[in-house]
């Protein structure tokens, strides 16, 4: 029995939910998303609570059982406050700024990384060693953020590279001399 996928999803004022078939638009303050449901599971909205419910017991029900109901939580809190990711930049010389839509990086390549925001994600640059990636669809800002990481992954001799602010680098020993 799936104790995410049973429990209800709760719509706060100012939300609007429709359905159409296996397919959900959540609109909201901050604007709208819409997703394609698995044709096995039933969502079914009654007045401002929405159930997810599966056919019957068969492993894939079972598996997705949860995560519809998960994806649809998601994009009901997304329309209402913003998913927000925050980086840390460290390194000598390391530092990352904001040019319009672009985002900056210098990372010790011999050329600075250019980014656009894509659409529904913004990007937001505190200080030159800090990027808060922030919108609406929880995945895409996870995704965001991953890419950015990925342009200069953490190094664990030095500490140097991209993190997420709540990442904790486990630091090497570096070689030992002789003796």
């Known amino acids: 029995m799936s ?4 429990s209800p999803i709760t719509v706060p004022a100012g939300v609007e ?6 397919k959900i638009t959540v609109k909201g303050p901050k604007g709208s998303l819409e997703k394609e449901l ?9 007045g401002n609570v929405i159930k997810v ?11 997705i059982h949860g995560l519809t109901r998960t994806l649809i939580n998601n994009m009901v809190n997304g329309v209402v406050t913003e ?3 925050t980086l840390e930049v460290n390194g000598v010389g390391y530092r990352a700024s904001k040019q319009g839509k672009k985002l900056v990086l210098n990372l010790g390549y011999s050329h600075p990384i250019e980014m656009v925001e894509p659409e529904g994600i ?7 060693n800090q990027i808060v990636v922030r919108g609406m669809d929880k995945e895409l800002v996870g995704e965001m953020a991953a890419v ?3 342009k200069r ?11 997420y602010a709540e990442e904790t680098i486990r630091r090497k020993e570096g070689k030992a001399g002789k003796k």
């Open 153 to 163: 992954p953490p190094e664990v001799y030095r500490g140097k590279g991209i993190k």
């Open 38 to 46: 698995h044709s096995n599971m039933k969502v079914s909205i009654d």
């Open 3 to 6: 104790r995410i996928g049973n």
């Open 83 to 85: 998913y927000t990711r």
């Open 53 to 63: 419910e599966r056919p019957n017991d068969d492993p894939l029900n079972k598996s």
């Open 122 to 128: 913004f990007f937001d640059v505190p200080n030159p």
């Open 148 to 150: 950015i990481r990925t």
């Open 17 to 22: 939910v429709k359905l159409d078939g296996n």
